[in-house]
């Protein structure tokens, strides 16, 4: 497996709470990605990083933040935890193809209960 | 939504038979991959398809690709029992952002 792992693995947490997830690689892979997958919607990308401070939104961005401080940590916040973010996330890490063409690594992903 | 579509969104074979499931996608893409996902498990890297590559093998896998209908096809030859897992096709958009963007699955169950 590649050098990915997530933390936590499983957390229950209340409505309106704070939560971080945190993804740690130990790959240098330059792009790093958190997804959420849900029944019947298969994976939606929320935010990914480019770089060290350098992130994107994805399709599924809000109520979600990112940080990226060092290449190996991508670390996604819900500010105010909802029912509706209830999910399985998911890191994910590529960036070290054969020109440019990149395959990604999944973590073992993290699920999330919110109540 | 942005997402591609699968279909079957369930498969349910013998083993030994050949499994099909095909992807749609709605933007130009340099790329096209496909995953598995074991339960409870992360996705899997299984093969990739160029934009320009209309057919690729791996193993038991082939892979073809149509760019001018927007469609990808995944066989699996010879099904196993190990092979169940549920299969999901990511494009690479020719966007050039690496934002890749996943199917919503086909659930494949092979009986022993």
């Known amino acids: 497996d590649a050098g990915i792992t997530q933390s936590p693995r499983h957390k229950v947490t209340e409505t309106g709470t704070p939560v971080t997830l945190r993804c740690h690689q130990t790959?240098?892979?330059?792009?790093m990605y958190w997804y959420r997958q849900d029944p019947g919607h298969g994976l939606r990308l929320i935010h990914y990083s480019y770089g060290v401070k350098d992130t994107d939104k994805g399709e599924v961005s809000d109520g979600y933040s990112v940080s990226r401080s060092k290449t190996e940590d991508f670390l996604l916040t819900l500010e105010s935890a909802t029912s509706s973010q209830t999910s399985v996330y998911f890191c994910?890490?590529?960036?070290?193809?054969?020109?440019?063409?990149?395959?990604?690594?999944f973590g073992p992903g993290t699920r999330l209960t919110v109540t | 939504s942005q997402q591609g579509e699968e279909d079957p969104q369930a498969l349910s074979i013998q083993e030994g038979e050949n499994a099909t499931m095909n992807c749609s996608y709605k933007t130009s893409i340099n790329n096209l991959q496909w995953y598995r996902q074991n339960s409870g498990r992360g996705l899997v890297h299984l093969i990739l398809i160029r934009s320009n590559e209309r057919e690729k093998h791996s193993g038991r896998l082939r892979v073809t690709l149509d760019t001018s209908k927007k469609s990808s096809s995944l066989l699996i030859t010879a099904s196993r029992a190990a092979d169940t897992a549920s299969y999901f096709c990511a494009t690479d958009p020719t966007s050039g952002t690496y934002k890749y963007i996943f199917g919503t699955g086909t659930r494949l169950k092979v009986l022993a």
């Open positions: 790959e240098n892979h330059r792009y």
């Open positions: 994910a890490i590529s960036g070290g193809g054969a020109g440019g063409v990149y395959e990604q690594y």
